[in-house]
């Protein structure tokens, strides 16, 4: 299966999600500091309608800093609903824009990520595809967008419940799932690794 095709299955899975929840929990915090649940999924569909030339753009506008260009991005879509944002994933389902971007890849990475931001606050576990988690790690490890390589790029990064190893060094070992976030640089899931490597990326993740 194509990378794009699983980043349309796992949007869709978010659709779900989004369409069981109460409003009330639509402004609850997630693991992105400072954003509750409707600024996660308003991030999500932030550049699926920006060409190449807009996103560029944002990103000069921004001066390049992740903080800033996120929260011009939050400001654009101020006094949006959930209803509004439930009704633009249905129809943004297969990405586009940056999302659409290595093949689909980066569309998987971040929205597989930003579900779990939502998911894990709320306590509302998952199980996720394998085939999803084989493309969403190394994406996730060498995408600019999230320079994940940055964080464990000195330790062996070992999932322990699917075949799934990377990079040399100290062993961080943990669900496949826990290692992604921990690359995506999501304290919460720290306590869920093990080995002689997690000491090696404690601040690097912190921080």
């Known amino acids: 299966m194509t990378a794009m095709e699983l980043a349309r299955q796992e949007r869709a899975d978010l659709l779900e999600l989004l369409s069981s929840l109460p409003l009330e929990q639509w402004e609850q915090p997630t693991l992105c ?14 550049y699926d309608d920006l060409t190449a030339g807009q996103t560029l753009h944002r990103f000069i506008s921004g001066r390049l ?9 939050l400001a654009e879509f101020d006094g949006t609903s959930p209803e509004q944002l439930l009704q633009r994933l249905s129809t943004h389902l297969r990405p586009a824009g940056l999302p ?5 890849r980066i569309g998987l990475t971040d929205a597989l990520i930003h579900h779990q931001d939502i998911r894990r606050p709320l306590g509302l576990h998952r199980s996720i595809a394998h085939e999803r ?10 995408a600019p967008v999230v320079q994940g390589i940055r964080r464990v790029y000195d330790v062996r990064l070992v999932a322990t419940d699917m075949e799934w190893q990377f990079g040399r060094g100290p062993e961080l070992k943990g669900t496949a799932e826990a290692l992604l976030m921990t690359v995506a640089g999501r304290t919460a899931t720290l ?3 093990e080995g002689s490597g997690k000491s090696r990326i404690l601040d690097r993740v912190s921080g």
Do not use: Y
Not at 65 to 73: D, F, G, L, Q, W
Not at 133 to 142: Q, S
């Open 33 to 46: 500091d400072g954003w509750t649940v409707r600024d996660v999924v308003a991030h999500v569909l932030s």
């Open 65 to 73: 800093s992740t903080a800033r260009i996120n929260a011009t991005v």
């Open 100 to 104: 659409a971007g290595m093949g689909g």
């Open 133 to 142: 988690l084989r493309v969403a790690l190394p994406t996730a490890i060498f």
């Open 191 to 193: 306590d869920e690794l």
